[in-house]
């Protein structure tokens, strides 16, 4: 009795607090969307005071969650598209493929003039186009994610939703929605986090004599390095910090505990993730009252209309799928003339760089080649050991997970300056220290990878080691290494494109008011981008690209494939 | 009740007409897996389709109620061709087909189809069903909280709820252990006789005779590569059926007949090649899909039961399902180390050789037996060709393929390769798929 009562009240404690939350976020959706009304004003005072970065994080979480709407409805769209029509796969996926390893920094002068030209007198433009920055660093993995959970369904579910004529919004709805929850909501929250890697680019830069500036803590950050201002950064990086671990506690691991119902299999043994601002909800007197009422509702459901009968079902469909070829071959046909305008204009200013510059690209090219080496050689270097380490003790593993989680989301650029400070003052040359910047983003991805990896090995193998007494290096050497090679494979893949993109702001900094710069391609671009030099940021660009995709298939598909048939556990 | 006179003048629920099915494999190559099929399913009847695993029994289902289309063929409902997925038709499959983020009831609702129905009828049903199937106070479970015998009575439920006109089942009680699965078989045994749920007939799909006999009115056998209808049998074991009645154990003892006959058949077996150095080899024919350990296990049993056997006592010693020792026999045969006269097994004068053999001597022995087959001269020929250089295992599974268009060319490969190493006629190196003719010298330390 005093056990219920006691619930009661706390439970209405959260209606209080869900409500304010609720109210709090109506108001800041009104407050910003006065905000983007404001007449455009390409470089806004950005307030270095401590009291102004609370309006700005604010502004920088509102397009974040923005940029991530938009993600999730692409991945929505395009996934179901690409999964529904056999031939629009074929097509779809490399096209995936290839946006992911694109620089997409590379774009934002082109979309920034386009934005802002289409509106000249407010600020949506520039808000747009960061918007849509953010999103090209959210969506990829998201929509592999989805792609990959579609394809995974079993071929019975689809069966049943045929047998019983489910409609298409039910077969989304159930099928498959359902199926990609877990993947989607998992990979929501690492793309959350990589959105923010290039937030104080996207906020903040320079184009030609045009200097646009949002306010954000992006901005706030790329100020205070320029000022030098190092109280600001570490504000900045607290307010960073304190919008990770919000967004963590407050929606992801909600998120993440809530996805465990849509788990296919009856995977015991592993700890269910669990959060306590769920559990807070799920006690919450007014969303059971809710609940309970939808439950009642539904039970005595109103007589739906009445169903076709099953011939012109039949009708219907052959219609709906001449419709959609129709709508595919219009887009198609589109896609095509889009694609062949922009070749004729991609040639046209490629034609614009000189000979002599394209020598100096390919050398380029070859200087963030080494760099990129060098960051996986680092990354690898301490994520292998501690990797396995930390991964093959269950306890530790599960304790440093979460920690390891909000530290990878801090966006790697926003320590640039802190990082070449340090190793300025060591002596070391700017071309090195470029390296290590680049390796700062990448490590996490081979880091999650390993661990992933470690904690796989089988139990019999290690007792296996322990009989034959295998020892210490052999032990690395015959079992963990090998073992958690394709898991390795996987993280420096990924690792690797965050490189590559990083050089871009890895490679020129500028620090105290001085610009520190190395040779490289991501350099390159960026002085492209600063001088407007629109033809040889193209060159920059589509270099790098060019390079990432064969990469792909040379290196990486190789060492893939070894990684499958050699070192696989799974055969 | 199972003689009831089903009239001639209706036309069948669900029926397939000289259907073919063909397959295309990941490299491109056909393979057919239903051959020429006439089938069909009649108003209140429950017909068994039995037979081994890969003969196409689900692939027929499937094609029977428009889940797939034939290659080749028509499919019918009520004398009319289907079109789409047929109206009256529900599913049980093997691995239960769940959505695991349904509850109960909702898992079970998915099979109303969305049919409009008066308030609370659904409702209604819904627990009935439930009811039927014992699964009364679990509506709000999830299926991950159930046990396997208890997602499959969901299962059957949700087939049941719409009242169908044919229920379909694939391998209903495969995926159960094997109490369970006995349970469930009698719970749905008396589902069937009562007729209760509205139910007319049923298409049961299965690899086990007693099921087949227990459940089926009628018992139709495929035989595999390709799936053809070998045989028909009205299932005259009279109501209630019991395991161990005479006529029961009668018609079960019928149906091992046919399916040996169908898969073992008494042909004059070839007369051995004894001549040094000559290659008698027979047309190129599949191998069963045996390994060679099995032949030998197979050898080892019959050597210690005095060297005869009767089928099915070999059957009752595995753990095999029946058409899986009918296969292990056949290649023994093939490979002449067993005769199989009716449902006997007999051990020949090589096969007593072969189990008295040193680990040493036995490719040897094994070697003069696989070099009678028509599939290794094939092989051999073509690796002959240019002995230097091995041969991709693409190229070899083309061969198969080109040669015998009904078989699992991959699968067949995989025979081969582990019937000609155990012979040490072939190297095989997986990773580079390269085959070539046997390298290693005489280093047999005993031999």
Redesign the interface.
């Known amino acids: 009795m005093s056990r219920s009562g006691k619930g009661r009240v706390s439970g209405l404690a959260v209606d209080v607090a869900l409500f304010v939350v609720l109210g709090a976020l109506v108001a800041s959706v009104v407050g910003l969307a006065q905000r983007w009304e404001a007449p455009i004003r390409q470089a806004v005072e950005i307030d270095l005071s401590p009291s102004a970065l609370p309006l700005y994080t604010l502004l920088s979480l509102s397009r974040g969650f923005a940029a991530y709407l938009l993600s999730l409805a692409f991945t929505l769209v395009y996934g179901t598209i690409a999964a529904h029509g056999k031939r629009a796969e074929k097509v779809m996926l490399p096209l995936l493929d290839i946006g992911q390893g694109i620089p997409v920094l590379g774009f934002l002068p082109g979309l920034v003039l386009g934005m802002v030209a289409l509106f000249p007198r407010t600020n949506v433009g520039l808000e747009l186009a960061c918007i849509i920055m953010i999103f090209t660093g959210q969506v990829w993995n998201m929509t592999f994610s989805y792609i990959g959970s579609l394809r995974s369904i079993p071929e019975e579910l689809h069966e049943v939703a045929r047998i019983h004529r489910f409609s298409f919004w039910k077969r989304f709805r159930i099928v498959e929605v359902s199926s990609s929850v877990i993947g989607l909501v998992w990979n929501s929250m690492m793309s959350m986090a990589g959105g923010w890697f290039f937030l104080t680019v996207n906020e903040a830069f320079t184009l030609g004599d045009r200097d646009f500036r949002l306010p954000g803590i992006g901005s706030y950050m790329a100020v205070a390095i320029e000022k030098g201002d190092s109280r600001a950064m570490a504000w900045a990086i607290f307010a960073m910090i304190v919008m990770i671990v919000a967004c963590d506690q407050l929606l992801w691991r909600p998120l993440v505990a809530w996805s465990q119902r849509f788990r296919n299999a009856d995977v015991e043994g592993e700890a269910a993730p669990e959060s306590w601002v769920l559990n807070l909800v799920r006690r919450s007197a007014f969303l059971r009252r809710l609940r309970l009422r939808r439950r009642r509702r539904h039970g005595a459901a109103a007589p739906s209309p009445v169903s076709p009968p099953a011939l012109a079902e039949t009708g219907a469909d052959t219609r709906s799928a001449r419709v959609r070829t129709g709508i595919l071959v219009a887009f198609g046909l589109a896609a095509l003339a889009g694609a062949l305008l922009g070749a004729w204009k991609l040639v046209g200013l490629l034609a614009r760089v000189p000979s002599g510059e394209w020598v100096v690209l390919v050398s380029a090219l070859g200087a963030t080649f080494l760099r990129t080496l060098a960051a996986l050689a680092l990354a690898t270097a301490w994520t292998l050991p501690i990797g396995i380490l930390v991964g093959r003790s269950a306890v530790w593993s599960r304790r440093l997970q979460p920690v390891v989680q909000i530290v990878a989301s801090f966006p790697a650029p926003m320590l640039f300056p802190i990082v070449t400070g340090v190793l300025l003052a060591l002596r070391v040359p700017f071309g090195a220290i470029a390296a290590v910047l680049m390796f700062l983003g990448a490590q996490w991805y081979v880091l999650f990878n390993v661990l992933a990896g470690a904690s796989a090995i089988p139990h019999d193998l290690d007792e296996a080691a322990d009989v034959y007494a295998m020892k210490g290096t052999a032990r690395w050497r015959k079992l963990f290494v090998p073992a958690v090679f394709p898991f390795l494979v996987t993280g420096l893949v990924t690792a690797a494109g965050g490189a590559w993109n990083a050089s871009i702001v890895a490679e020129t900094l500028t620090w105290r008011g001085r610009t520190l710069e190395t040779f490289g391609l991501g350099s390159l671009i960026t002085k492209a981008t600063r001088d407007a030099n629109f033809p040889l940021l193209t060159a920059g660009v589509l270099t790098m690209s060019l390079a990432l995709v064969l990469l792909n298939r040379l290196v990486w598909r190789r060492l893939y494939r070894l990684a499958e048939t050699k070192y696989s556990l799974n055969r | 009740m199972s003689a009831r006179e089903s009239p001639a003048l209706v036309s069948p629920i669900a029926a397939a007409r000289g259907v073919d099915k063909v397959y295309a494999d990941e490299a491109g190559r056909n393979r057919v897996i239903l051959k020429h099929v006439d089938f069909e399913v009649r108003e209140n009847e429950v017909v068994a389709v039995l037979g081994p695993s890969g003969c196409g029994k689900s692939t027929l289902l ?1 094609i029977l ?1 428009g ?1 797939i289309p034939p290659s080749a063929g028509t499919v019918e409902q009520h004398g009319k061709p289907l ?3 047929h ?1 009256g ?3 049980v ?1 093997q ?1 239960f ?1 769940l ?4 509850s109960v009831s909702d898992n079970v609702r ?11 009828d ?2 209604a049903r819904v627990k009935a069903v439930l009811a039927a199937v014992g699964l009364s106070g679990h509506e709000r479970d ?1 299926p ?1 909280e159930l046990s396997g015998g208890m997602k499959q009575r969901v299962g059957i439920a949700r087939a049941l709820v ?1 009242r169908p006109e044919l229920l379909c089942m694939d391998e209903p009680f495969s995926a159960l252990d094997v109490l369970t699965a006995e349970l469930l078989r009698t719970e749905v045994y008396r589902l069937f006789t009562e007729r209760t749920s509205g139910l007319s007939s049923v298409l049961l799909i299965t690899h086990l005779i007693e099921e087949a006999v227990f459940l089926g009115d009628r018992i139709v056998v495929l035989g595999a590569n390709p799936g053809t209808v070998r045989r028909e049998i009205v299932n005259t074991v009279p109501h209630p059926r019991e395991y161990r009645s005479p006529a029961f154990l009668q018609m079960v003892e019928l149906i091992h007949d046919v399916v040996t006959g169908v898969h073992l058949p008494d042909s004059p077996s070839a007369p051995a090649a004894t001549v040094p150095g000559r290659r008698l080899a027979g047309p190129v024919s599949p191998l069963p899909a045996v390994r060679i350990g099995e032949i030998l296990g197979l050898l080892e049993i019959l050597a210690d039961q005095g060297g005869t056997m009767n089928l099915f006592d070999i059957d009752a010693l595995t753990d095999y399902d029946f058409g899986r020792t009918i296969a292990v026999a056949k290649a023994a045969e093939m490979l002449d180390f067993v005769d199989t006269p009716k449902n006997d097994v007999v051990l020949t004068e090589s096969g007593r050789r072969m189990v008295k053999a040193s680990t040493a001597e036995r490719p040897a022995l094994l070697r003069t037996e696989v070099l009678k087959l028509g599939v290794f001269c094939l092989v051999i020929r073509e690796l002959a060709k240019d002995p230097d250089v091995p041969l991709a295992g693409d190229a070899v599974r083309d061969l198969l393929a080109e040669h015998l268009p009904t078989v699992d060319a991959s699968e067949l490969f995989g025979t081969l390769i582990n019937w000609g190493r155990a012979g040490q006629l072939f190297d095989f190196e997986s ?1 580079s798929d390269a085959l070539a003719l046997y390298s290693g010298r005489e280093e047999e330390a005993g031999g």
């Open positions: 499937r109620i889940l079109e789409g997925i109206p038709a529900a599913v499959f691995n087909a959505f695991p983020w349904l998915v099979g109303l189809n969305d049919r409009p129905l008066p308030a609370g659904a409702e999830y991950k719409g990773a």
